[in-house]
């Protein structure tokens, strides 16, 4: 482990604020790459949040490139290969695409991040059988308890001879006469002098408002959090979704002995227990596939206030990062609907995409705004094929998902019997959702697909009797369907 201390009169080649998922691996990465580096975080003890538990495999894809895989080792992480979805009792499975699409793209480290000597693969353990692993013609995400995997990013960030690390809370950042920012403040340890600040603060993020005062997320919706112990899921090692009456359900496996249900609560405002419970009772229980129920009823009547947590889901469309000697990166940038599993994915190939780009420039250069400003740029341009994709499918699938209109409910029939087809019709979606096909185009086509197939089997229901009725609805449905993913997309595109 580094023994560097905080140093107040060091100038640092970069600081960065907070060490969630973003900010080790950018820390480690940079640090390898010759850079000074100094991490300040608040709370450096294993955290026990509900966010961060499932990786895509885009996500993984992304760690490999930073040198980082083995953070997922040791952890009792679960492996996942792919979805399994519930609709009204009919079921659906679908596995992560094959190897080859994970081929088609970028996979090369990033400079530096891999070093002589490094085991940089899945490792086998207690829940990982690496043979198996590296065999399995598909590829696969994982999901494991969020704060364990944070403790093995930190641990491999920290034991970085060129990172500091600084137990504090960041109290303010520091701007020069040029109006640029050129250190940080911390709690009772005073300022810190760097070149470049890499702002890593999350969700809530505090400084991300140095972007812009009007820079600010907006909640959509709430997720409801509960531990379940020992479930018996309806398909192991599959993300599962449930769908009904209620809003989605997401469930996965953490280790071999808890699951994480997550029930989208549709408020923008947190919701009272006494609501959320019955809701539960009432709403999600009765609908639950019948191997579930028993966790969950165990779950439910657990003594005490810890039955759930509830954090708000939140929208922000990425802006460009121009404010000189300041980046904002990770959920402090960009935030989406988690139904899809995509932020640490979004943040972590963000990650690999900034320390490449920088990768060339030497350490003096990094506090030189004009430099760094045009290769932002470029990032801030790059970086929308992957996001865009992820973030309009989040909050497209949740809406169709949590289907509170008739017509929002014929697509959602659409969707499920879309995905029952399989083969070419589940495989594109899949590798969307994944993070491996990161193309805008393929979203946009496939989504209409969907829209088309719903009105045909509305059409197909109606009969001829009610061709009438069946047109004037799938009208609806398709201007429905464009109202809700257009904007979003033009809004990823265009901001
Ligand atoms: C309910 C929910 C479920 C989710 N599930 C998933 C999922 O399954 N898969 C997935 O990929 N994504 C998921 N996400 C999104 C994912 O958690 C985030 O995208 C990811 O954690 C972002 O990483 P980050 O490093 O930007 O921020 P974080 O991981 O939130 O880290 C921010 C860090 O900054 C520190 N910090 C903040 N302010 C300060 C300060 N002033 N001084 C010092 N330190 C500070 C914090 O203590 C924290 O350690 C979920 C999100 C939600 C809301």
Redesign the pocket.
Known sequence: MSTNKPDNDKLYDIII???????PCIARCMARQGRKVLI????WSCPNR???????PS?LKALKQLGMIKAINNIEANEVDGYYIEFNGKEVSIDYPSKNVESALDTTPVPKAIQKGDEDKVGTDSTIDAKKWEECPHVKGASFRHGQFLTNLRNLCLSEPNVTKLDG??TGVIKNDKDCVCGITVANQGSFKGRLVIN????YS?FRKELDEDFVPKVGSY?I?LELKDAKLPKPHFGHVLLGEHAPVLIYQMDPHSSRM?CAYRSKTLPKRSEVLNYLRTRVLPQLPKCVKPSFEEALNQKGQDIYRA?P?QYLPARLNDVPGFVCI???LNMRH?LT?????V?LNDAVMFCKMLSDLSNEQLGHEEIVLERLIDFHTERKHLDAVINALSLALYTLFAADNKYLQILQRGVFAYFLRGGVYVGQPIGLLSGLIPSIWVLFSNFFAVAFYACRLNFAARGIVGFPLALYENIVVLFTAAHVFLPILFGEIFT
Request: glycine share 30%; with cysteine.
């Open positions: 604020i907070g060490a969630g998922v973003v900010g300040a975080e608040r709370e509900i966010v961060g538990e499932l990786m895509q996500g809370s960041v890593c603060d999350g969700i505090k997720f959090g997550l954090m889901n990770g959920d402090s988690p599993g995509g932020g640490m994915t943040g």
